[in-house]
């Protein structure tokens, strides 16, 4: 599975931003999907992920209410919908695949990962 995210760029405190990865698979919607974030000099941290058929959401806290995940597996695509970021939003963010929910939020139990893609907020 060959993932591309997109979408980063430079906001305000305040704004949205909705990013995308692209799978390339036949498999898409067998694939649990994640996004995680790393902010410069520190780990890469769960965000949200979502399984396979789109019913099972999950949510890191400090984004949940903010961050909307969802998926269109007819476009092999995940989404972060992305509201009211903060400066503390700064990061890299990764797309990463994996075949089932469980650790769905360890970065070490994902297959697949794509390359980032920079979302800076500023204050």
């Known amino acids: 599975v060959q993932l591309q995210a997109s979408g980063g760029g430079l906001v305000q405190t305040g704004d949205s931003l909705r990013l995308s990865c692209a799978a390339s698979?036949?498999?898409?919607?067998?694939?649990?999907m994640g996004w995680f974030r790393q902010a410069p000099g520190k780990d890469r941290m769960f965000v949200a992920g979502?399984?396979?058929?789109?019913?099972?959401?999950y949510y890191e806290d400090s984004v949940r209410g903010r961050f909307t995940i969802s998926r269109d597996n007819a476009k092999n695509t995940v989404y972060l919908e992305m509201n009211s970021l903060k400066p503390e939003d700064t990061a890299v963010y990764y797309c990463a695949a994996k075949w089932t929910t469980i650790s769905i939020n360890d970065r070490g139990s994902y297959s697949f990962w794509g390359r980032g893609t920079l979302v800076t907020v500023s204050s």
């Open positions: 979502i399984s396979g058929n789109g019913r099972g959401l």
């Open positions: 698979t036949k498999t898409f919607s067998n694939n649990v």
